[in-house]
């Protein structure tokens, strides 16, 4: 029973889905956030995947810049959300209609 | 077959974490679940014998982005229950089913392709981390400078924006003060 490269594919579409599933109820920011990150990791595992399949770096070099832009985006979406909380008490997705027509 | 045990295992594991992250009514369970799910993923680069993404996961996503969930839903009301959005759902199951599909057309293509060419091909004998420090010091030295530079950007962002009035103290003041500064704050 030799795990291949498709195993890993297929873990890592379901992964995605989940988040995508995540991304599409949530209502509350913070879980949104969670949800992105489950999708970043989902692309990450199949990189690293095809990366030890195919002998080559680099879907491991692109993997690690993933994980660089995941950290920076958490610490700029974190700044947002404590802002937006500060000032409206909330952080639901439905009261940011401040841009409805 | 240890690591098809190990892969399914993992897989498993990793599946049911983030199943809940996703569904749970408690943001906590959420915080807590997804920390767990991303230990479990780092596993996945150990089977793959990259070493050094699996610790940088670990380090990085357990440990910093976690602690950084923490630190921000201080902030926030995490007792209260979460309320979902009750679109419809066999739309949404549509959509992301898609979605993965559309993913995996894409990551097979070049398997269906078949002449790959490995760039940087992995050398037996030589450690993980040995090698990825060669390529990225290398052929990868100017995105790396530009993650530098742009962690450092995304460091000030969130030091400006979540720290503004820090020096005044909530729990200090009296319940009509915070209401004036609130209200002035959104006037």
Redesign the interface.
Known sequence: ???T?T????????????????V?????L??L???T??LL?SV???L?????Y?????G??F???I??????????G??????W?????T????NMTSMKG | ?F??AA?YLF?FL??AM??I??TTKH?LY??TA?AA??IF?SA??FI???D??GV??II??SG??MA??AF??M??DTTRE????R?N?SL??G???M???I??VM??AP?IGGN?E?????LEGVGNSQ??GM??FTK?LV?FEV?AV??L???I??????G??MDESYSELSEEEINTK?AE??A
């Open positions: 029973m030799e795990i490269l195993h890993y594919l297929v873990l890592s579409t379901v992964l995605f889905s989940i988040g995508l599933i995540g599409m109820r949530r209502k509350n913070l879980m956030f969670f949800a990150e489950i990791n990450n595992v199949a690293v995947a095809i990366s030890h195919y002998g080559d770096f680099t491991q070099m993997a690690f810049f994980i660089a832009i995941a950290a920076s985006e958490v610490a700029v974190l700044g947002l959300l404590v802002l909380f500060k000032r409206y008490n952080i639901d997705l439905d | 077959m690591e098809a892969f897989a990793t599946i983030f199943w992250t996703v943001s959420a915080l997804l799910g991303m993923i996945f680069f793959l014998e990259a050094f993404m940088v996961q990085v996503y910093a982005v950084l969930y921000g839903m902030f926030f979460l309320h979902e959005k679109v759902s949404v199951f959509l992301s089913g979605a993965a599909l993913i995996v990551v097979s398997i790959i490995a760039h940087y091909p992995i090698q990825i390529v990225l990868y995105p993650a742009m962690l950007v995304a460091m962002a969130g030091i400006i924006m979540a503004r009035k609130n704050g959104i």
